[in-house]
Nanobody
Framework: VQLQASGGGLVQSGGSLRLSCVAS????????MAWFRRAPGKEREFVSA????????HYADSVKGRFTISRDNAKNTVYLQMNSLKPEDTAVYYC???????????????????WGQGTQVTVSS
């Protein structure tokens, strides 16, 4: 399984970015997907996750109402639309996929076996 994240960049506070993650190596539509991030000096933390069908989305409290996760199973791609960005959103963002297909959308970092290479998001004040 390979995950390729892209879409990061430098943006001013209040701006927007859309991250993409293309998956390959297995049937994408069978698996939930997630985004995590790691800020300088901090541990990797959960941002958002989406069910295999795209019908269920979960968000960290810190991004709820500002970020939207979605997926296009025909394109093997999961997206993270980030609006109203804040300097504290600055981090490397990683997409992730679990080892097994589950009905429950998971938030724990240890629940995910496959990780993209990360894409840097920098929000200036």
């Amino acid at each position: 399984v390979q995950l390729q994240a892209s879409g990061g960049g430098l943006v001013q506070s209040g701006g927007s970015l859309r991250l993409s993650c293309v998956a390959s190596g297995r049937t994408f539509s069978n698996y939930n997907m997630a985004w995590f991030r790691r800020a300088p000096g901090k541990e990797r933390e959960f941002v958002s996750a989406i069910s295999w069908s795209g019908n269920i989305g979960h968000y960290a409290d810190s991004v709820k109402g500002r970020f939207t996760i979605s997926r296009d199973n025909a394109k093997n791609t999961v997206y993270l639309q980030m609006n109203s960005l804040k300097p504290e959103d600055t981090a490397v963002y990683y997409c992730a996929s679990p080892l097994y297909s589950t009905a429950v959308v998971l938030r724990g970092r240890l629940e995910y076996a496959y990780w993209g290479q990360g894409t840097q998001v920098t929000v200036s004040s």
